[in-house]
């Protein structure tokens, strides 16, 4: 606690009475509105409280969010006609308005970040969804997705690089994620213990933190790699590294029962990937070999389509049959119907190739493009059970070709700074930590081949955040010599 004080700003007595009075202005206000009946009206003093705290302690707000978001809940405002993540989404908002006002007013923000190659990918993928959200089917659909996509890049990639200049807050930003979503996890399993632990129940048990168990699942994989990462390679004193063990635990245990294939794939990906870390192999030889399994693939495709073609494993409670049901795209409906979205999706791109038809307007679209004998029992023309189920094709609907081509280079960047971080930084610590956040990259990487989520905060934030991570090591402390020699 004195450490926290001594952090506080020190004021004159001035600005106390300037904030006395603000505050008395504050509760008066309530009153009013209250008395009225104005409901709406409370919005004005609780945003100008959020605004006063976001530009007095804006690092204390950045970690709020951090940790928040786990817990957020998303409510829909019907008279808004749109549904915000509370309590986190409203800071960001205001965040992201604080941030371009700065960027006017300065002319120029951490420009050392802002220039590197992660960092202009993302410009450019800003840059490029918003011209084909101009150019959109559904333009409000498009800019509503477009504007949400920024303040997410704006507060958990370039807001939080701010945090991560000081190596102090590296593990504070790995922990104050990893508590929360723990906490999500015992609810959960807690939940789902009352329906007998059954794949059936596991689908919808984590609401309503999260809609629905591949999100959840994806999340658990990102933090399972950084819970084992963190207690496997950080020092700790005995009663810290206990904690560590026991976060650990409990999120394998939510990742267990979150009866999500793609994660658990995820996982077994991202081991691979550590192995080679661990044997001092970069990127060069990963992308050799990433190369040869494609060459490999496409020699024995007639042999994979008929083994895939034939498979009957069906996705069920037996943890084994389940997982083998990941090659059934005969009869498993969860696998049937996301060939039926890819396809339309496939199709919606060759109409439009290269704008696309707008950000976030698969899913009300693509339902002409579905052929009748591909369709599933699941299969919907309503638009109301999600979008293209990848974050590779479904760009390629949404804004065109050159959308998806950015994805790829994000994610081929993420892959050869993640390589040179966890190999070539100057400390053991800066390097399990590089380690942390880019292992947390391989899993939602690898799940984003069947599944997309930088639409929701929960993924978005540590996605985001790690990527930043990433580019701030780089700028940061590449090349900075130190002594330190063991985390």
């Not at 609907?397 to 700074?417: K, M, R």
Request: glycine content about 6%; overall charge positive; charged content about 10%.
């Amino acid at each position: 606690m004195n450490r926290l004080i001594q952090r506080l700003p020190q004021t004159d007595e001035r600005i106390q009475w300037i904030a006395i009075g603000s505050g008395l202005v504050f509760v008066a206000a309530i009153a009013v509105f209250l008395s009225n009946e104005w409901y709406w009206g409370l919005l004005i003093p609780f945003g100008m409280a959020l605004i006063a705290s976001i530009v007095l302690a804006m690092d204390y707000v950045l970690w709020f969010i951090v940790l928040a978001t786990p817990l957020s809940l998303n409510v829909e405002f019907k008279d808004l006609g749109s549904t915000l993540n509370l309590p986190t989404e409203p800071f960001m908002i205001a965040l992201t308005a604080l941030f371009f006002i700065r960027l006017a007013y300065h002319g120029h923000f951490f420009p050392k970040l802002v220039k590197h190659p992660l960092s202009l990918i993302l410009i450019a993928h800003l840059v490029w969804m918003l011209s084909t959200a101009i150019t959109s089917e559904m333009l409000l659909v498009s800019l509503k997705y477009f504007v949400s996509r920024l303040w997410f890049i704006v507060v958990f990639f370039y807001l939080m690089s701010l945090l991560f200049k000081d190596q102090k807050n590296h593990r504070p930003y790995f922990l104050l994620y990893l508590i929360p979503m723990a906490a999500v996890v015992i609810y959960t399993v807690i939940h789902h213990g009352q329906y007998g632990f059954t794949k059936k129940s596991g689908t919808w048990v984590m609401q309503p933190f999260f809609k629905e168990h591949t999100a959840y699942g994806a999340v658990l994989a990102m933090y399972f790699t950084v819970a084992w990462t963190m207690f496997l390679r950080y020092n700790y004193r005995p009663l810290a590294k206990i904690g560590i063990l026991a976060l650990s635990i409990i999120i394998s245990v939510g990742l267990y029962f979150s009866y999500t294939r793609a994660a658990w794939l995820s996982v077994m990906v991202m081991m691979g990937v550590a192995g080679f870390i661990y044997l001092g192999w970069g990127f060069r030889r990963f992308m050799m070999l990433i190369a040869g399994v494609l060459l490999l693939i496409g020699l024995s495709w007639n042999t994979i389509n008929e083994r895939l073609n034939t498979t009957q494993a069906e996705s069920s409670d037996d943890v084994t049959e389940h997982l083998s049901s990941v090659a059934n795209v005969s009869t498993d409906a969860s696998n049937t119907e996301r060939l039926n979205r890819w396809k339309s999706a496939w199709r919606m791109f060759k109409e439009r190739p290269i704008t696309g038809f707008g950000p976030g307007t698969y899913m009300f679209l693509y339902a002409p493009y579905q052929n009748p004998h591909e369709k599933t029992i699941i299969s919907t023309n309503r638009g109301d059970v999600g979008n293209a189920h990848s974050e590779y094709i479904g760009p390629l609907s949404d804004s065109g070709l050159p959308a998806a081509i950015i994805i790829l280079a994000l994610v081929v960047a993420t892959f050869y700074y993640g390589f040179r971080l966890s190999l070539y930084l100057p400390t053991i610590e800066l390097r399990t930590t590089a380690t942390i956040a880019f292992l947390a990259l391989v899993t939602y990487w690898f799940h984003g081949l069947v599944n997309n989520f930088l639409d929701i905060d929960k993924t978005g934030l540590p996605v985001f955040g790690f990527t930043a991570l990433l580019a701030t090591l780089d700028v940061c402390f590449m090349h900075k010599q130190s002594n330190q020699n063991t985390p």
